[in-house]
């Protein structure tokens, strides 16, 4: 009597881990899907060029809050990001005060990433209508 017990709570145990891991799969799918995701680079690990990717990154958060605040899915996110790079792009030159060349390089390290070339593909759509 005592196994089928043991049996029987080892069963559910099983199937409430089963059941918990899938939501959490599901739900984690779904951010994936909800999510424009912005990636900073550093051109170091120096404490300078940290702080400098920060305060880009802060500051182009910032402007995209509002940008983004009425995007109703991916396809409007990237829509939005395709029509305000140049607002975005200036977020972060004012966060970097002055100097390109570091910003050019960051921006450089971005768009080597596989879903900064993606975001590049669709900006680039979206100037040539």
């Given at each position: 009597?005592?196994?089928?017990?043991?049996?029987?709570?080892?069963?559910?145990?099983?199937?409430?881990?089963?059941?918990?891991?899938?939501?959490?799969?599901?739900?984690?799918?779904?951010?994936?899907e909800d999510v424009l995701r912005l990636h900073v680079l550093a051109n170091s690990d120096s404490a300078a060029d940290q702080a400098l990717k920060l305060r880009v990154r802060d500051s182009v958060l910032e402007r995209a809050r509002a940008l983004f605040a009425a995007a109703g899915g991916r396809d409007d996110a990237y829509a939005i990001?395709?029509?305000?790079?140049?607002?975005?792009?200036?977020?972060?030159?004012?966060?970097?005060?002055?100097?390109?060349?570091?910003?050019?390089?960051?921006?450089?390290?971005?768009m080597s990433t596989p879903d900064g070339a993606a975001l590049a593909g669709r900006i680039m759509q979206q100037l040539q209508q």
């Open positions: 009597m005592f196994k089928r017990i043991l049996s029987a709570l080892f069963i559910g145990l099983i199937l409430t881990m089963t059941l918990a891991t899938y939501s959490s799969a599901r739900q984690a799918q779904q951010v994936r990001a395709a029509q305000n790079t140049a607002v975005l792009q200036q977020a972060a030159q004012q966060a970097e005060s002055g100097s390109t060349a570091q910003l050019v390089q960051l921006l450089r390290r971005v």
